[in-house]
């Protein structure tokens, strides 16, 4: 070793540089402690050992990961089926408590028609029917539906459908709603059907279906 240090300090001083044999010798351990010590046999063993043990560690780790992903894919699967399911018997069940609360109103109907038809009393179909419209009202009610009064209110497009515009009779019906032809009905808050009306106009009549305008000038 010492003739190694010799012949590079020799090299170090060929070529003009100053170069100790102290710092020769400390560059020499440096390299030596980067390089480390060798391992024995029993030592590359034991390590060897180690990181087999870390590696079937890690595979068994991911094994388990795998099989909690399979078990969830799987769970999720089955899930959206079930909610795949339950979607068509909502929608094809939805109106059966409806259907069934209207099983009896169909009943008197029928009921009705029987006896009149029987009896030939026009008095009790009327009545019969009128039970049942009854009836009815008070069914659709309870689910939330609402008739639309519109009799004497201003015409307005977005809850009335004008099929048909008559002269005012006086100042205070103009664009005011005078005739019901067909009742108007919201479902709980929301708009269900327009309801259709005639509108009464001080001008005179405008062609059926069109919007009224309250601004627009009249005839004399």
Known sequence: MENEVKEC???????GGEYTEEEAKQTNEEEEREVGPELTLEEMRALLGDLKSQLEAKSAECENLFSRLQRLQADFD???????REQIEVRQFATERLIKA???VLDNLE???RAASAEGEKEGLLAGVQMICR??????????????????????PALHEA?????ASAPEENNRVVEELRKGYFLRDKLLRPALVKVALAGG?????QEIDQDQPQDD
Do not use: S, W
């Not at 300090?9 to 070529?15: C, G, L, P, T």
């Not at 089955?78 to 795949?84: A, C, G, L, P």
């Not at 009836?135 to 307005?156: C, H, S, Y």
């Open 135 to 156: 009836q009815l009202v008070d069914i659709l009610r309870q689910e939330g539906l609402k008739p639309m009064e519109v009799l004497g209110l201003p015409f307005d």
């Open 111 to 113: 009921m009705a028609l």
């Open 9 to 15: 300090m020799e090299e170090v001083n060929q070529a």
């Open 163 to 167: 099929v048909e515009c008559v002269p």
């Open 78 to 84: 089955n899930f959206r089926k079930r909610m795949r």
């Open 205 to 209: 009549p405008e062609p059926a279906g």
């Open 102 to 104: 209207l099983l009896p």
